[in-house]
């Protein structure tokens, strides 16, 4: 994950994006979770929020955060979705979801070969927050001030997904995987959601005002350069809407 959110920082930042960065995230947390009449929206919705709560109460007192200890769904070198904790688990290039939850967070990535190569360091709602913990970890990790510091930290948009196969799971506990979108993946999520409220995919079904948590959310890859230098390019994830996601065209064995 580290590599592929580390090139599309060093694009955004060649692409002269990351002033708008931070727009987009608030966009996509607006319009992802709005929430229409479909019954799906409800489904996704509960799942994810009963899930969280039952992890929260089977560990209550040891404040755990759902975001440090979730799995994360990463992209490999060759462009390939991940499990980031079994890299046994392959989705291939692309990967069908239901996006159930968002929020964003100010948050640090360990640097690609470095000791904390892949790590999340720091990931919390509030900057202050973020940056006591950042102060703290490097206080205990000294050795890595040369390395990171508070200007490091990334205001990113996390995502809880949910592939559509694990709906079938017999456990009741679907697979729900955590994204961490880098800057130009969050502005391209944001454009993503307004496309899908405005009412861009009717042509598939997907009436006006629907929010991604009713949608069949298709994420591939794809190779992007930068406008300003041909030789800086990075993996780019994509979102495509397949259709309004129906509980029990997946729930039903």
Do not use: C
Not at 115 to 142: F, R, S
Not at 148 to 160: G, Q, T
Not at 183 to 209: L, W
Not at 213 to 223: F, G, I, M, Q
Request: glycine content about 6%; proline content about 3%; aromatic content about 10%.
């Amino acid at each position: 994950m580290s590599e592929n959110n580390q090139n599309m920082d060093v694009a955004a930042q060649n692409a002269g994006t990351e002033d708008v960065a931070g727009n987009a995230i608030v966009q996509a947390s607006e319009t992802a979770v709005a929430t229409t009449p479909q019954t799906g929206t409800a489904y996704i919705t509960q799942l994810l929020n009963n899930t969280f709560e039952d992890f929260q109460k089977t560990n209550d007192g040891l404040d755990l955060d759902f975001v440090y200890m979730g799995s994360w769904l990463t992209v490999d070198k060759k462009g390939d979705f991940v499990d980031k904790d079994d890299d046994s688990i392959k989705y291939k290039d692309h990967i069908d979801v239901i996006i159930g939850k968002g929020e964003k967070r100010w948050s640090l990535w360990g640097l690609q070969n470095s000791p904390e190569d892949g790590q999340l360091i720091v990931a919390y709602k509030e900057k202050e927050d973020a940056i006591t913990q950042l102060e703290a970890w490097l206080q205990e990790n000294p050795e890595a001030a040369e390395r990171y510091s508070v200007e490091d930290l990334e205001l990113r948009y996390m995502a809880s997904v949910v592939p559509v196969d694990a709906l079938t799971e017999d456990d009741g506990i679907p697979k729900i995987y955590i994204m961490s979108f880098a800057p130009t993946a969050t502005i391209a999520y944001g454009k993503y959601a307004m496309r899908v409220f405005r009412g861009a995919y009717k042509k598939i079904g997907i009436p006006a005002r629907t929010g991604l948590t009713s949608v069949v959310t298709r994420l591939s890859t794809e190779e992007q350069r930068s406008r300003k230098d041909a030789s800086a390019s990075w993996l780019a994830i994509k979102f495509e809407a397949m259709g309004l996601f129906k509980p029990e065209d997946y729930t039903t064995k």
